[in-house]
């Protein structure tokens, strides 16, 4: 598919650092947790969770996002997906656990949200560096409860979102989606392992995408050799077992790089 | 068993450069999932490259449209990858390398040789990478050149991939026999363009790119053909190979076996499907051997 024109309607100011684009179509078929890739003409092309039907929810971090960032409502730019694999619905009256820590709430309220709408019972446990970061946390409170944590204390727990994990009882969970900064998943990642209710889990990964649609190989992973592009970016927490979450990545040439 | 300049195949599908070939676990993947007969690497350069601007590669409706730009992270970090690759893929494993003049070729092959690939494929073909690719692999005396000059350092079989970006892509064949190619990989993408007519802007991060997929089939039927009549040496056959029906043609055409890239968008084991493909329409046909099949269009006149 070449990339569909996606015309601006809205944009909402989150963070200083984080906007929300609302486009001037849906993608009906969105699972949450797909990702789009976002053309920003001339410059680059980068991949987005969608954080709603036809939103993204976009941090300023490189040339790409900044350049989306100088767009206003009525500028276009160009939209390829919906594309890889969401975090699987829970069934009606099952608990699901939803860990978000910054950005990485863009693609889980949507799923909060739908998990909201199926009848499952939804606590999340939002993560952010200061209050002023939170995202979201509006529409994660009317899905369910919500727990939070701040690096600075200026709200909920000071510290990490394992602070609060460690404060609650997982076994009550019948499913756990986890997005956020790597750093962040991983010790999520070891923690739900050592209490063993790491087959309950998902994590939406993030690597490099070159081609984005599962051909070129750029983004695969170690060890299993699955694309996060399109075998992802969702995993669930088994498959992630003894891979290189949390040790390294590989940038834009395909040399491995510390996380 | 399938035997290719030398090398033991289980059967005749191998994955094409540049398709998921820049880990060594993927490369295992395809091998193990896919049921590829042998992987070849992503091409590997001289220096670290991060290629092309993204969009990178689109799917259109005839095929795929690419300008990946070779990104690789050079030999020395690649090295590691193609030792994963030789120890656990169960396959042959086909070092791609590419470089601007035959001593960039060499220190290139010279480098990965430790880690014991099976072959390497050169590649004179990208058609968008400035000063590499089909900006060499267009003039004869180069690809000669290079390939003469791999082929006196190492002593696996060399094989040289084609670009159709000529106006006679034997004569490019020609030119890597006599630098002492094993087998000449024909073809890589086509030169091509995609426009987004919302904004004018060229589709692709490098404007351009090299076409593949169902529609360069026919292009590359017809460039083994040629070059299955004009050389000594084996072809190896690539472009739009997605089936066991395309793969028999390709083989009909001169390719003693086929390379698969595009395809693996559709599923990973297509290569698993296309073997199985052509064991049942040998046996259907009453052939003994495969190689009744290699050719054999030639024949009807």
């Known amino acids: 598919m070449l990339p569909l024109n996606a015309t601006i309607v809205q944009i909402n100011e989150e963070s200083p650092a984080v906007r929300t684009f609302f486009f001037d179509f849906q993608f009906e078929t969105m699972k949450p947790g797909q990702f789009v890739m976002v053309w920003v003409r001339g410059v680059d092309e980068v991949p987005m969770g969608l954080s709603s039907k036809n939103s993204i929810t976009v941090q300023k971090v490189g040339e790409a996002t900044s350049k989306l960032f100088e767009l206003k409502e009525g500028d276009s730019f160009g939209l390829r997906g919906p594309f890889g694999n969401g975090f699987s619905l829970p069934s009606e009256g099952e608990k699901t656990l939803v860990i978000a820590g910054g950005v990485g709430a863009a693609p889980l309220a949507p799923y909060a949200e739908a998990a909201r709408s199926v009848g499952s019972e939804v606590h999340t446990v939002l993560g952010a560096r200061s209050a002023g970061d939170l995202l979201f946390e509006k529409r994660f409170a009317e899905a369910g409860e919500v727990y939070i944590s701040t690096d600075d204390g200026s709200k909920g727990t000071?510290?990490?979102?394992?602070?609060?994990?460690?404060?609650?009882?997982?076994?009550?969970?019948?499913?756990?989606?986890?997005?956020?900064?790597?750093?962040?998943?991983?010790?999520?990642?070891?923690?739900l392992k050592e209490r063993q209710v790491l087959e309950k889990s998902e994590f939406s990964l993030q690597r490099y995408f070159k081609c984005g649609i599962g051909v070129c190989g750029a983004c695969c992973i170690d060890k299993s050799g699955l694309r996060v592009c399109r075998d992802g970016p969702v995993f669930s927490g088994v498959q992630l077992l003894d891979s290189e979450l949390g040790k390294y990545a590989r940038d834009a040439s395909g040399r491995r790089v510390k996380i | 068993m399938y035997t290719l300049t030398g090398l033991k195949l289980k059967n005749p599908t191998i994955l094409a450069a540049g398709i998921l070939g820049t880990t060594g676990a993927s490369l295992c993947r395809v091998a193990h999932e896919g049921g590829a007969g042998a992987v070849v690497t992503k091409s590997i350069g001289p220096i670290p490259k991060t290629g092309h601007p993204n969009p990178s590669m689109v799917k259109l409706d005839c095929g795929f449209l690419n300008a990946m730009g070779l990104p690789n992270p050079s030999y020395p970090s690649f090295f590691q990858e193609l030792e994963i690759a030789k120890k656990d893929s169960g396959v042959p494993v086909i070092a791609s390398i590419f470089g601007g003049s035959p001593a960039e070729f060499k220190e290139v092959a010279k480098g990965l040789l430790p880690a014991k690939p099976?072959?390497?494929?050169?590649?004179?073909?990208?058609?968008?990478?400035?000063?590499?690719?089909?900006?060499?692999?267009?003039?004869?005396?180069?690809?000669?050149?290079?390939?003469?000059?791999?082929?006196?350092?190492?002593?696996?079989?060399?094989?040289?991939?084609?670009?159709?970006?000529?106006?006679?892509?034997?004569?490019?064949?020609?030119?890597?026999?006599?630098?002492?190619?094993?087998?000449?990989?024909?073809?890589?993408?086509?030169?091509?363009?995609?426009?987004?007519?919302?904004?004018?802007?060229?589709?692709?991060?490098?404007?351009?790119?090299?076409?593949?997929?169902?529609?360069?089939?026919?292009?590359?039927?017809?460039?083994?053909?040629?070059?299955?009549?004009?050389?000594?040496?084996?072809?190896?056959?690539?472009?739009?190979?997605?089936?066991?029906?395309?793969?028999?043609?390709?083989?009909?055409?001169?390719?003693?076996?086929?390379?698969?890239?595009?395809?693996?968008?559709?599923?990973?084991?297509?290569?698993?499907?296309?073997?199985?493909?052509?064991?049942?329409?040998?046996?259907?046909?009453?052939?003994?051997?495969?190689?009744?099949?290699?050719?054999l269009a030639h024949e009807m006149v």
């Not at chain 2, 060499?136 to 970006?165: F, H, M, Q, R, Y």
């Not at chain 2, 739009?240 to 559709?266: C, L, N, P, R």
Request: charged residues 15%.
């Open chain 1, 158 to 191: 000071k510290g990490f979102v394992t602070d609060v994990l460690n404060s609650l009882n997982l076994s009550v969970y019948d499913r756990i989606a986890v997005c956020g900064p790597e750093i962040m998943i991983s010790s999520v990642f070891r923690l």
């Open chain 2, 118 to 295: 099976d072959a390497f494929e050169l590649n004179v073909s990208c058609p968008h990478a400035e000063g590499y690719g089909a900006a060499v692999g267009s003039n004869p005396c180069l690809v000669e050149a290079i390939t003469a000059a791999v082929k006196d350092i190492v002593s696996v079989p060399v094989w040289v991939k084609l670009t159709p970006n000529v106006s006679d892509i034997t004569c490019i064949g020609n030119a890597a026999e006599a630098g002492g190619a094993d087998a000449v990989v024909a073809i890589n993408t086509l030169k091509g363009m995609a426009i987004d007519i919302e904004s004018g802007y060229p589709v692709l991060g490098n404007r351009s790119g090299g076409l593949s997929g169902k529609a360069v089939k026919p292009v590359a039927v017809k460039c083994v053909y040629d070059l299955y009549t004009a050389l000594e040496i084996p072809v190896i056959g690539v472009g739009g190979v997605s089936s066991w029906q395309d793969a028999i043609e390709m083989m009909m055409a001169g390719a003693a076996v086929v390379q698969v890239g595009s395809a693996v968008y559709d599923r990973l084991d297509v290569f698993s499907e296309i073997s199985t493909g052509i064991e049942a329409f040998l046996q259907r046909k009453g052939y003994s051997d495969v190689k009744e099949l290699i050719g």
